[in-house]
């Protein structure tokens, strides 16, 4: 046999039975490998799709915490805006934010209704929104009863309630609670990911020895890091949302902040104003002497007359009014009372405020004013509209940088249906106030009627000025223009219904003025705490040929009355330590209904209309004649007979 027939003869041989084991071993390793790859791939999918719902379910909660923060904050800077303008449409998105605000804690309830931790602070959060909103429906309702100022006190202390601090208490710690919970599950999925990882890389191994394992664990592989990589893709993309959700957040509370520091100069502003009204009251305290006994001396003098003395006098007592009438106009700034609604000349009101201007302006403004009303008059509370002149003045003044001439011009002028704004057709008196200032762009004056905007430096000016301009004007039901080009100045025109009935009624007034009427002798109690102010005023009753009884304390009235018998007037200061007028006289009602009441004052404070009770008021200081045309109209106001004159008959 030759050796090429011996290999053949080899060759033909059929496979040894350890090559057939053999290569059912590797074919069941091959199958044993696939079978544990596919297994170990779909955990990690598994894990994969539970981390990613985790994350996706933990930034819900997180959005939803911040969503609900941010509609809040937008709730409550429109109940302020509600609070401020009265404007209907700004109570009524107060009021959806609110709500919407409840129905976002409702599904954050939902999303967590799993995590007892996070229940347990969402049932505090729901407490702290309830007190609050009780807390913002206080402020609302005081609004939408005309009661502004005190809902503005009340918003401005609400601003530092408990419950706000407890709400966004409780959004942070879901928030860093979610945080926490998120952490600790994708630690967990990234673990079971790196074991099944370790399994894989180990039947890597053994599909090296089977190509067609090794070419599918390849292909397996590389498809599950694919998944993996899209996976972290989209978990980053969740993170950036997340982070800017954060920022906006961020910025709202940069921003509520920034409103935080108007509100704390609106609130020195207050300070301000209170400080004025103490220090004017005081003032027109000591101007009450002064005039009274200036007056008195003058009438001395007729008797024995002095013309170098009378002439010194009538210098003095000039001084004094005008600045008497400077303390009237600088205690608009600090009044609080109810709306004294009157018919008023524009062109006179703004020839009577002349020297407050210039005072105000500085000598480097030129106010000119011309008056081409043709006598119209408007009904409107004369305080709030020198207040609104004045606003306008000081905005013109900066706008000029100090320098320039405000042109003042009131008219009078007939408009048609929605000519200007949304005012009706009619007839209006205007008031239009113009500079040579810097001017505003158009979207400045977009905004210029917004409450709080400003484009004054911080600490210069709090943005609320021409916002209660619009407010005052929209409540005259009135309209407001406004014209104006940078470098070439602006005009704001006031338009107010014309007050037609009170031109006819002052005229009929004049034509049928009563006769002097005969002067009888009174007696009179006055209750004043001020010593000065009290001699003066007993001299110049007395000067009148009235009996005058001084009282320096009015917790002293009710014995004094009723020691001396019988009185026909009491005139009393309003406010006095101790007591005030109105409620020494609320006191005294049930006995003395028949005694006549004259209130002398100041500075009312707080003290409305209502709570003089219908008695006449004359302000300080006071000229004899309004003294004694304040008496006659005290006196004559209707009252109960006395009751020794019931006997008698």
Known sequence: MSGIEGENEVSARPPTPWRTIMLVVVALLG????????????????????????????????????????????????????????????????????????QQITRLDQVTNDNPPQQARIDALRRAYNARGAELSLTALSTNYGQNNQALARYYQA???????????????????????????????????DQSNGVAKVLVVFGIMIVLGAIALG??????????ASARAEAEAERERAHELE????????????????????????????LTGGIAHDFNNMLAVVLGGLELAKRQLHKDPSP????????????????????????????????????????????????????????AITVAARDIGRGWLTR??????????????????????????????????????????????????????????????????????????????????????????????????????????????????????????????KAEQIATAPEPTERHTLDILVVEDDERVLAATMGALEELGHRAIACGDPLAAPALLQSTGHIDLIMSDVLMPGQTGPEMIAALAPDYRHVAVLFVTGFAGE???????????????????????????????????????????
Request: aromatic share 4%; with cysteine.
């Open 308 to 363: 170098a003395a009378l002439r010194h006098i009538e210098s003095a007592m000039e001084g004094a009014n005008r600045a008497a009438a400077l303390t009237r106009q600088l205690l608009a700034f600090s009044r609080e009372e109810s709306l004294r609604l009157e018919p008023i000349a524009a062109g006179e009101l703004i020839t009577g405020m002349s020297d407050l201007l210039d005072r105000t302006l500085g000598d």
């Open 31 to 102: 199958a044993a490998v696939l079978v544990a790859l596919i297994v170990t791939l779909g955990e990690a999918n598994r894990q994969r799709d539970r981390a990613i719902r985790a994350q996706s379910h933990s930034y819900e909660v997180m959005i939803l915490a911040r969503t609900l923060s941010g509609t809040i904050a937008r709730s409550e800077a429109s109940l302020g805006r509600y609070v401020i303008s009265a404007d209907k449409s700004l109570g009524r998105l107060y009021f959806d934010e609110w709500q919407l605000a409840g």
């Open 380 to 505: 409107a509370d004369r305080h709030q509209l020198e207040n609104v002149i004045l606003n306008l003045a000081v905005n013109a003044r900066d706008a000029m940088e100090g320098r320039g001439t405000l042109t003042i011009v009131t008219s009078g002028t007939a408009l048609t249906e929605h000519a200007v704004g949304r005012c009706p057709a009619g007839e209006y008196v205007t008031i239009a106030v113009s500079d040579t200032g810097c001017g505003m762009t158009p979207e400045v004056m977009e905004r210029v009627f917004e409450p709080f905007f400003t484009t004054k430096p911080v600490g210069k000016g709090t943005g609320l000025g021409l916002s209660q301009i619009f407010a005052f004007v929209r409540q005259a039901e009135g309209e407001i223009g406004l014209q104006s080009e940078p470098g070439k100045g602006t005009t704001v025109t006031l338009y107010l219904p014309r007050d037609a009935a009170a031109a006819v009624a």
């Open 247 to 274: 920022e906006a957040v961020n910025q709202a509370t940069a921003e509520l902040r920034q409103q935080e520091g108007k509100l704390r100069q609106v609130q020195k502003m207050e300070a301000v104003g209170q």
């Open 219 to 228: 292909w397996l592989t590389v498809e599950a890091l694919g998944q993996r």
């Open 607 to 649: 003290a409305s209309e209502a709570e003089f009770g219908g008695h006449h008021v004359l302000r300080k200081p006071f000229t004899m004649a309004a003294l004694e045309r304040g008496i006659v109209a005290a006196m004559a106001v209707e009252r109960p007979t006395a009751p020794h004159s019931i006997a008698a008959e």
């Open 159 to 193: 601003r530092k309630a408990i419950s706000l601090t407890e709400i966004n208490q409780q959004l942070d710690g879901i928030i860093a609670q979610e945080r926490r919970l998120l952490d600790r599950r994708t630690g967990a999925a990234m673990r079971s990911v």
